[in-house]
């Protein structure tokens, strides 16, 4: 009935669409029970990412990764019209790219134009401009399907495409170009979320370096598959994958936290939150969870596609000529730096946003998030339990998904034990706290901060003066100086200055011209249609003539 | 079942004494400091008083710290109480050994920073929070290098476990090489930082302005001051055991061999008294730096530990 005439549209189910479908659903029934339920645009928008995911052909796969475009367009347009048609302009090139890149025979030119098509939608430096500014932009629920869903529809096309549609055409280089664009999303989203002071554009950074780290996972594998190592192909896929099913439970947990944040305080900014762990706790305590994760701490569901990832890039460094090798030392040294970026922006966002003392008074009035929001914090919270406790099982789930991609891998057993390491960890903070209850003197007395022998504040400031609080641009202060000569020009992001500036600028060049067109006069119009009308005579009669 | 009983004294008996000496060398250096320097200075004993002392002192709890509070003190400790159980000591071959991964180690060393950055921001006072801005900033280069410093470890011994990188490294296959040195140098650097040692920050220091490592836990007092103050010691001698069992894996003991454990021991003791001597020996003799001049210090680091790995690939590319 629908689709190209005479093929209509096929659905199907494999093993990698099943794995994309079981990613997608703790985030959307977490954002329906807290609040998106009722919205119509909402389901529009899951329906195109099902249905992108289902597709057996090409022009299913466009219509559905289309109608996730259109619907979540709509949605961006509900809070901000200044992202919403930059939002647009992105989901515009990518259609460019991807509509004749489907339907190309398998290739370099088809896998490149896939690449950007697709890595536009999810993220990838230098197409990630648009990210953190509009994925803050919608209601909660909806931020946290786009960061947590919406991106691993996009890294699904890139899998699909790179793997089973084009495998057998796939070149080493593939898997590098993919390799360097993650490499730079990795550097570059982990630095903005270190420096953004906004709770929910903070998330969207971290969300660029996990696109990065699935991508780097993911160009590993594509090279070693290529160059015939399928034990190094499968060991870099179950980083990439692992880390996607985390990166799909923690970070939506972390964005219904922003949203909570938001209608408690009425703001998303750090610098005017702080302290929110006294009026939100059950909210602090599920971000705690969530935090852990996007630093990747061993315990947390953050901890194993790191440990897996790192571990590939290392043995993917034992590999190939030598100037690869030292790329890939380089690539470690980025993966290092980004990872401690990563906990620094954690720490901030727990540190700045729920400890220490309040920096305004509706942080200070702060009250518990609403009972479905938290239901549905707690829902994805308990999902990331057997992913941080369990990868092992999760991963011998994923393994018809591996053999699928790399059909000759022999995946192996994850060497990381989190729950022996649990026992190495939780067995000596047991004792030390029986020892302490035995042996240290009991109890606690509370007593006003000492403060370095600071004065106390005036019985008019409640919580001291705010002002002698590090605030979350203080907290980055350092960072920024000490990194900001080389790696980041004065305005932040170089895919801001280098790209998105220039297009603005070329935007507004074309606005004013035709703008300029549309106020012309009746005399200009006349004119202009004269000019035409003797050009096209002079050229026939010089056609006559000759 | 015989052997695994050997493994698990050996254990047993590391841990033992990880716990108990780990106050004893900080004792050693403060003391060999002050006499380097010509004072007679505190018994090596110190160390234990100060925390005997900390076990008698009321609690106190700030009035603008949030429930979190008592919890930091054991996030901070627990994972360098797993580290301290992971590294080598005196024998290769602990019950302990398969999960000694140096990915993980380097995780939990971040998961302990993390504790203590939070700690430093837990009550909202200034001088923690610009503590804690600082140890964030230091952590991004050490990390990036102890990264780089790790693929050399794995290229030449082609284990990712600290147990197995001993082995390998004691049984003398990998003989004495370029890499090796700059990987030395740089995983000191690292090892400093982590520490909180001068040149980077000064464990002895009493201005709040300078100190980093310190300035996190002012607000603290008593027994959350105890764990915290014994997790500083417990990363100390993690640090000395991880460097002495990579670098000087020679003479180890086996777990499952109860005949080489006095052996292992003795030369465990030697390798943590050098240690304490070169440590004294370099803190006496430079000076505390400016907070920015570090990330150049942990840049010398990693670009050490890129230059090893380079050379491993060169090597390896003349070797064929």
Redesign the interface.
Known sequence: MFGLPGQGMHLRVDALSLLFLAILVPQVAASAIAGMGRSVTFWVFIAGMVCALLAADAFTLIFGFELMSAASWLLVLRGDRGPASLYVGIAMFSAACLVPALFLPAGSLAFVLVLLGAGAKAGLAPLHFWLPRAHPAPPAGVSAVMSGGMVKVALYVIIRYGFVEYGAAAQPWWGAALIAAGAASVLLGSLRAMLEVELKTLLAGSTVEHVGLIAVGLGVALRAKAMGDPALAALALQAALLCAVAHGLFKPLLFLGAGAVKAATGTTSLDWLGGLMRGMPRAGGLMLVGAAGMAALPLGPGFAPEFLLLHAVIGAAGTGGILARIGFTALLAALGLSAALALGAAVRLVGIGWLGRPRSLHAAAAGEAARPVLAGMALLAACCVPVALAPGFVLALMRPVILLLVPAAQPAPLAYAPLWLAVLVFGPAAAAFLLLQKFARRGAREVPVWNGGFGRPPAWLPFGDPLTQPSATGFAAPLRRALSTDLLPAAGDPSEVFLYLPLLRLHMRVTRLAERIRRSTIRERLAFVFGALVMFLLALGLEQGG | MLLFLGSFLATLLHAVLMFALAPLLAGLVATLRARLLGRRGPPVWQPYLALRR???????????????Y?LWP??A???L??CA??VPGFSTGMI?A??S?F??LI??L??A??AI??A????????G??A???D??F??????????V??SF??LAQR?TVDDIATVFASGHVGLSVSLGFALAAILAVALTEAGRIPVDNPAGHL?LAMVHEAML??YS??FL??FEYAAMLRLLVWMSLIGSVFCPFFMARADAPWTWPLGLLCWAAKLCSGAVALAVFEISTAKMR??RV?EFLSVA?LL??LA??FL??AA?IGT
């Open positions: 900390l076990l008698a002192k009321t609690t106190l709890v700030p009035e603008t710290a949030t429930a979190l008592p054991f996030v400790f627990a994972p109480a797993a159980l992971l302990t398969p999960l991964d990915i993980t995780g939990l971040a998961l920073r993390a950055v939070l430093g921001l837990e009550t909202g006072f200034a001088f929070g610009a804690a801005a600082r964030v900033l952590s991004v280069f050490a990390e990036a290098a102890l990264l780089v790790l693929l794995v290229l990712a709040e002012l607000e008593g027994r105890l764990l907070v920015f990330p990693m530990g890129v790995g380079v690939f060169v590319r």
